[in-house]
């Protein structure tokens, strides 16, 4: 257990900001041990990361689906951003609101807090996020509606991706 603790606080301190995955998966890690003296293990994709979880350290961060490989950004393409807020538009923003709480979460700036992998992997296969993801799980609980599988292509989830990329995060207080 405590190799995964260090191997998540491993990602804080390299200033990774995927504030709620790590503290779900640190305070696991705490429970279970407490802390430990161990160095950080190499960052294997193969191992359970957490007791009581199936899912790899790679599915933890990135969830679980299609997209199986982190995802690099480069600069904010801009038509793919405009061809990502038409699909958010037609498909997600029934739920969807950027700046507060609606039928989903928000999702201004939600690319600060998860991977755009995990973003992608949510659109393509959300049935199984929600089912196995615990951060995904705990969202169900909170806001008790599924998310459908809208049938995006990768292509069309990366263009989302781009374009909540340019979206900000909501204000503080609501
Ligand atoms: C029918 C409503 C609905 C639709 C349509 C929908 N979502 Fe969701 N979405 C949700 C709900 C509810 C959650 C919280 C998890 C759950 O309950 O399944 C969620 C969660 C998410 C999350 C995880 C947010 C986080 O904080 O980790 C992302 C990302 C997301 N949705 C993106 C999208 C995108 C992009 C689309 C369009 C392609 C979309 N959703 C369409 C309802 C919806």
Redesign the pocket.
Known sequence: MRHFFHFYLGYTMAGLRWN?LILTVSLVGLAACGGGEKAPPSSSNAAPAAAGSDLTPFQLENGIGPITESIALGPIDKEEAEEGQK??EA??S???KLGERY???P?GG?LD??TPA??MN??LN?QE??SRHP??KK??G???????N?G?TQEE?RE?VEY?RTTPAPAPAQ
């Open positions: 709620r699909v958010f498909k997600c029934a739920c969807h039928v989903g979460p999702l939600i807090q998860i995990f973003a949510m659109m959300p996020m929600y951060v995904v969202l169900l909170e806001y008790m509606t599924q998310m459908p809208q995006l989830a989302v909540l």
